[in-house]
């Protein structure tokens, strides 16, 4: 069990951040060991094919993320200093982490051990100029196709401890994070597996990180430099992998045509033009030119992933998609 001792000014500082750079690492622990995640099977199996066909060098960053994670060092993935920062914005940070930093990263008897991580230890600069290369590849393939949606609920878990905490107070949005964390007193009580004791938060606050690659438990900050941090599954991940009736809306249908509305809805999960044509049965012809029709409006994003082009929806379509409704 690990308390952190709260005093007026740490629940005054308390906020809420998100971190792509931490949705790497917690993707990385799920794909080392996919069948110790059932909830991600839908994502982690066709996303561990799209790595072994793109072929990027994740090697160091799977290291230094073992599985269990009995110690992920903090430099990998930092607490943000912004409330949403972009990856390239946290690769900067990455990048310029002090030597002793990482070395004292990769101190201790938990820490992860490899050849690769060896090397970095020895010279962190070139070090993590290549890991910042591995994440870049690492997001570019898996992840960035999938980001407006990790985006959407994150951001919409954000806003609902925001009201929550407007009606009830601090207590109720910290007893209602997850059943790991508790509220009794001044002191804010969490389940571990492996941190243990007390630590005061010393005027910092807290910084609450949704990840939706973290379920069903919790991932804590509290080492001293950085700034004391809880990662937790937000609320509705299961929905991000589950396959939905496709069938778009007869609303959605009558502003961007039945064909249109069809392929935006089959974007549940990022797909190339091959692969909707496949499940559509509309010729490749045809959903490429209605994708570039799409893509026109704002309404998805492309991304290489190796040899193939893969579209997602982006923001503005979540938005849309919602307010058609069924």
């Not at 390239?88 to 690769?116: C, I």
């Not at 590849?137 to 992840?143: E, G, N």
């Not at 910290?174 to 007193?185: K, M, R």
């Not at 991304?303 to 929806?313: E, F, M, P």
Request: glycine share 8%; charged share 25%.
């Amino acid at each position: 069990m690990l308390d952190l001792e709260f005093t007026t000014r740490d629940l005054a500082l308390t906020r809420f951040a998100l971190s792509p750079l931490w949705e790497v690492v917690a993707a990385v622990r799920v794909l080392k060991r996919p069948e110790q995640h059932p909830l991600y099977l839908p994502w982690s199996g066709p996303a561990r094919e799209r790595l072994d066909a793109a072929g990027p060098d994740w090697g160091l960053l799977a290291d230094l993320v073992p599985e269990p994670p009995r110690t992920i060092p903090v430099f990998v993935a930092p607490p943000p200093t912004t409330s949403v920062p972009d990856l390239r914005l946290e690769l900067d940070g990455l990048r310029a982490t002090a030597p002793e930093a990482v070395r004292a990263g990769l101190s201790g008897p938990r820490a992860p051990r490899s050849e690769r991580v060896a090397a970095l230890r020895a010279d962190p600069a070139r070090g993590l100029a290549e890991l910042a290369d591995a994440v870049e590849a690492f997001w570019a393939v898996v992840l960035a196709p999938l980001w407006p949606r990790l985006r959407a609920l994150l951001e919409g878990d954000v806003l609902h401890r925001a009201r929550l905490l407007a009606r009830s107070g601090a207590e109720s949005l910290l007893n209602d994070l997850n059943s790991q964390v508790g509220w009794e007193g001044e002191t804010l009580r969490i389940g571990h597996r492996y941190a243990r004791g007390g630590r005061r938060l010393g005027g910092q606050g807290l910084l609450l990180v949704p990840s939706a690659f973290v379920w069903p438990t919790v991932f804590s900050v509290t080492g001293p430099g950085w700034q004391p941090t809880l990662r937790y599954p937000p609320r509705g991940v299961a929905t991000l992998w589950e396959r939905r009736e496709h069938e778009p809306s007869q609303a959605l249908a009558a502003v961007l045509g039945r064909t249109r509305a069809r392929l935006l809805a089959e974007l549940d999960e990022p797909a190339s033009t091959g692969e909707l044509a496949r499940r559509t049965g509309i010729s490749p012809g045809g959903v490429s030119q209605h994708l570039g029709a799409l893509r026109a409006a704002g309404l998805l994003d492309a991304h290489r992933a190796g040899r193939q082009v893969l579209y997602a929806r982006t923001e503005a379509a979540e938005v849309l998609l919602r307010a058609a409704g069924p």
